[in-house]
């Protein structure tokens, strides 16, 4: 069974750092793109960032490009994403979703940034 | 950047009464490949995400037959044919030819 479990959401005050994972499981982690997609709180979906099966290629959205940086462990299966700079704006909850096709998610974690 | 609208924004339904949700998009969502990345998403009450249809018409496993999917170059939709208690929550549509975007989402509750 695929699943993804994202962490190290929390809260943290403006011009902050914060790094949070995504552990994969049930499938070949390093066969597949992944990404991150952030949703504000009342709001819909936004894709922040990509990255391609080895790491090679990466892409971010404007609105993070710049503070955030993607990162994978092929052999820790795991997914990054490093947020520094934060603002109150990147308040969201952060899903990682599997592929170019976002075929499966995880349960999100929680970035609130405020002081 | 290619912009996503969807229509209605909220849609109450009856149960057992049909559904139908817009999503048009800005550009031709026709990749240079010949397939279109179309692809809708259901998000129940407090759960993240889950695709029901990717590429345009194809429902993933587990979907009901009562979600189908169909259109062509910019206008698309979602259709349920029969709506159940279980499916209220947000739709999105997600284009994936010209980068990523999603539409605003559509939100179905029960009249």
């Known amino acids: 069974e695929v699943q993804l479990v994202e962490s190290g959401g929390g809260l943290v005050q403006p011009g902050g750092s914060l790094r949070l994972s995504c552990a994969a499981s049930g499938f070949t982690f390093s066969s597949y793109e992944m990404n991150w997609v952030r949703q504000a709180p009342g709001k819909g979906l936004e894709w922040v960032s990509y990255i391609s099966s080895s790491g090679s290629t990466i892409y971010y959205a404007d609105s993070v490009k710049g503070r955030f940086t993607i990162s994978r462990d092929n052999a820790k299966n795991s997914l990054y994403l490093q947020m520094n700079s934060l603002r109150a704006e990147d308040t969201a909850v952060y899903y990682c979703?599997?592929?170019?096709?976002?075929?499966?998610w995880g349960q999100g974690t929680l970035v609130t940034v405020s002081s | 950047d290619v912009v996503m609208t969807q229509s209605p924004l909220s849609l109450p339904v009856t149960l057992g009464q049909p559904a139908s949700i817009s999503c048009r998009s800005s550009q031709s969502l026709v990749y240079s490949d010949g397939n279109t990345y179309l692809n809708w998403f259901q998000q129940r009450p407090g759960q993240s995400p889950r695709r029901l249809i990717y590429?345009?018409?194809n429902r993933d496993s587990g979907v009901p037959d009562r979600f189908s999917g169909s259109g062509s170059g910019t206008d698309f939709t979602l259709k349920i044919s029969r709506v159940e208690a279980e499916d209220v929550g947000v739709y999105y549509c997600m284009q994936g030819t010209h980068w990523i975007t999603f539409g605003q989402g559509t939100r179905l509750e029960i009249k």
């Open positions: 590429k345009v018409s």
């Open positions: 979703a599997r592929d170019e096709n976002f075929d499966y």
